[in-house]
C-alpha cells in the first residue's frame, strides 16, 4: 500500500511540473529547501563553517572532511571535532553499529534528531523502530554536507527525539558534466573497500535531468576474535529541473549490512582477560564446553553444588576454567547483526512567483533486521536425550521489520523584511518486533551468523507497533535593521504509540503532545566581523514503540498503564548564545549554553545483556546541564591551517529516583550524568599545496560514568591522534590525471583505550566491576585509497 502511495505523489508531482517541461532552456536549480536536493559543498566557502548569521549554535562541515577519513568511514567521526560532540566506537571506521555513540551537550543519542536530505533517520539507536542509521542510509562518499545544531535544531526538523541536538546530512547532487568516479581501499585485518559512481551529467534531450548511480562494496576481518564485519550499498539519485521554477528530485538507497558483534566487557573481564579478548569463534568446542557445563543438572545437585545460577559457587575447581573463563559470559560462539534497508524519497520545490517557494517530500523506508548471540543459556531441542545431535546453545534472536512512510511539506514566503516558513510532517510507522531462538547442532555450526535465521523452535514474545506523527510549525525570520535579525516561531507535535500483542500480554496505547514548543533567537552584527547571538529553545521527545527500550521495554502491563496515566514525556527548555568572529584567515566562535532537562527517563540493567532481561524503567527526574563551547579555525599560509574546539559540559541529576512507601530507589541528586564526559578537546593541523595534502587530528575525551550513582564505573579518559597522508595527480596528463592517492593512520599512537561506554546499558552501581558494558577502542591501524576520476 505504502509503495503505491509513494508512486501516486511521484505522479502528482510529475503532473504538477508537466507544463513547465515545455521550456527551451533549461534553467538554473531552484534554491535548495531542507531536502537539501542542491547539496553539494559549493554552498560554503570554508572546510568548516562555523554558523554566521544563525540564532543558534551551529556548524556545517563539507564533503572535504568526511573524505580525508579511512574509506568506509561514518560521516560521525568527520563532526566529532565540533564542539560539545563527543563520539565513540569500537572500531576505526566507526561505523560498528553496536557499538556506535553519539552524545552533543550531555544528551546521548537517542535524545538526538538525524536527517538525510530533510528525510528522518529516527534516533540511529542500534535497534532503530523508526529509522537507520546514517552509514547505513547512504555511501559516506555520496555525501555532501553535514549539519549540526548542538540545540534542538531548527523548528522544521523531521524529529520527534532532538532535545539535545540535530544532525542534518545532505547528499551529493548529480553533476552538471558526465563524471566516473572508482575507488578502491586496502588496509589492515584483510580490509577492503570498492566504490563507484557514474554522474550522467544534464542530458538536454531530457530536459536537463541529471543522474547518479553508485555502488560501495566493503569486507573487513575484525580486529580481534573472530568473524567479519560487511557492507553492500547502492545509491541512486535524480534532479529533474522544472523550467526556471523548480526542481524535482529522487533517491533511492540500498544496504545490505553484515557485521559481527565484539564480545562486551566489564573492567573485572579487561583485569583477568585483557582487552584483546573476544568471543570464541571459530572455537566451536569450546562454546559447546562452556555450554555443556553450564547446562549439565550434576552441576547444582547436593548440598554443596558447584553452580548457582550458572556460576561457579567457588566449591571446588571451576567447571568453566578448562575452557579458559571464570563465567558463562566471559564469552559466547559469536554475536551478529544484520540489517536490509531501503529508503526511498520523491520532492517537488517549486518557486510560486518571486516570493514564494513550496517543497514536498514523500518518503519510504522499509527495514528488515536480525541482532543475534549464541547463547548458552537455551538448549537447542533435544540435548542430553539419548541419540540427539542437538547442541547445549541455540542462537537468539532480536528481530525487527519497518515499514513507515511520511509526507513533508514546506511554504516560505518573502515579505522584505519578514522571511515567514510554515510546515508539516506526518508519518505512519508499522513496527515489528520479535524475540526467537533457533536450534543448533552438536558437533559443528549449521547456521551462518551472517544470514536471516528462519525456522525457528520457539518465540518468547513478539509484538506489532504502529506509530503516528504529525507535526506543524510557523516561523518568522524578521530583519529588523542591516545589523540586527530577530526569529520566532513554535511548532506542535504529537506522537501516537500503539502496542499489540502477536506472543506477550502487552497491549495499549500511549500518547505524546504538545501543541506550543516555541523558539526565539536574535542575531546582531557588528560589522567588523563580529556578530553576537543568542536563543531559547523548547522541545519534547516522544515515548519510543519497542519492545526492548522506552516504557514498553518492561512487557508488563501494569508498567504500559502507569506510565501511560502517570509518567510525561521528556522535555527540554536551551538557552544559548555566545559571539563569532571572522576574517579573511580566521574564523571562530565562543558559546554558553544552559539547559533544563525534565522528566528524564532511564533504564538500569539488572543482568548481562545476553539474558534479555526487561531494564528497569525510573523516571529519574531533572537534569541540569551548563556548558562552554569554543571552536576556531585559522589559515596559517595557503598551506597550513589550524583548527581546534574545547568543550566544557557540566550534566548533574537534580533528583533522587523514588521508591516505593517513601524510599529512595536510586540515589542520583546531584551525580554526574551517565556516558558524558566533561571536557572535550579536539585539534587539527592541516597542509594542501601543490597536490600533496595532509592532516593530523588529535582527540581527547575526559571520563565517563555507566553508574547512575557514580558508585563504580568510572572510565578513564583517553587522547588519540588520526593522521592522513595523500597526493593529487592535479597537473598530470594521461591516466594520471585525476588519480589521488591516500593513506590514513588510525589510533597513530596505539592509545589503549575503553571507546564505547554503556553498550550493555547503564547499571544503577558497579562497585565490583562486573557490568558488561565496554568496549576497547580498536588498535593501530593503517589503509591506502586510490581515487580514479574520468
Known sequence: MRQHLMLGAAACALLLAAPAFAAETPAAEAPAAATGADADATAVDAIIVLGQGQSRQVQTINATQIEVLAAGSSPLRAIEKLPGVSFQSADAFGAYEWSTRVAIRGFDQSRLGFTLDGVPLGDMSYGNYNGLHISRAIASEDLGRVELAQGAGSLSTASTSNLGGTLQFFSRAPSEDFHVRADATAGSDSMYRLYGRIDTGAIEGLAGLRASLSAADQKADKWKGGGEQKQRQYDLKFVLPIGDVGSITAFWNHSERREQDYQDMSFDMIKRLGRDWDNFQPDWNKAIGVAS?????????????????????????????????????????????????????????????????????????KNKGQGLWYTPYTASPGYGTAGSTAAPLSIRTTEYDIDRAGLIGNVYVDLGAHALSAGFWIEDNDFHQARRFYAETLAKPSRDPLDFQSNPFTTSWEYRFNTRTATGYIQDVWTVNDALKVNFGFKALKVENEVSAIVGAMNGKIESKDSFLPQVGAVYDLKNGVELFGGYTENMAAYVSAATSGPFASQNQAAVNYVRDNLKPETSKTFEGGVRYKNDRFQGVAAVYHVDFENRLASASTAPPILGLPAVLSNVGAVETKGVELAGQYRLTDAWSLYGSYAYNDSQYKDDVPGAGGTVAMRTKGKDVIFTPKNLLKAELKYDQGGFYAN????????????????????????????????????????????????????????????TVGSGGAAQSDVSGTAMTLLPGAPRQGFVTVRKTF
Open 293 to 365: 557445563v553450564l547446562n549439565n543438572p550434576a552441576n547444582y545437585a547436593g548440598a554443596t553444588p558447584l553452580l548457582s545460577g550458572g556460576y561457579w559457587t567457588g566449591v571446588g575447581t571451576n567447571p568453566y576454567a578448562a575452557y579458559g573463563v571464570a563465567t558463562p559470559d566471559d564469552a559466547y560462539y559469536a554475536g551478529a547483526g544484520i540489517r536490509d534497508d531501503d529508503l526511498y524519497a520523491v520532492t517537488l520545490e517549486q518557486n510560486l512567483g518571486d516570493q514564494v517557494r513550496v517543497d514536498l517530500t514523500a518518503y519510504g523506508h
Open 696 to 755: 593530523l587530528g588529535v582527540s581527547y575525551t575526559s571520563s565517563r560514568w555507566y553508574t547512575f550513582e557514580n558508585n563504580g564505573g568510572k572510565v578513564d579518559g583517553f587522547t588519540v591522534a588520526d593522521l592522513t597522508v595523500g597526493y593529487r595527480f592535479q597537473a598530470a596528463e594521461g591516466f594520471l590525471h585525476g588519480l589521488e592517492v591516500q593513506a590514513n593512520v588510525t589510533n597513530l599512537t596505539d592509545e589503549d583505550y575503553i571507546s
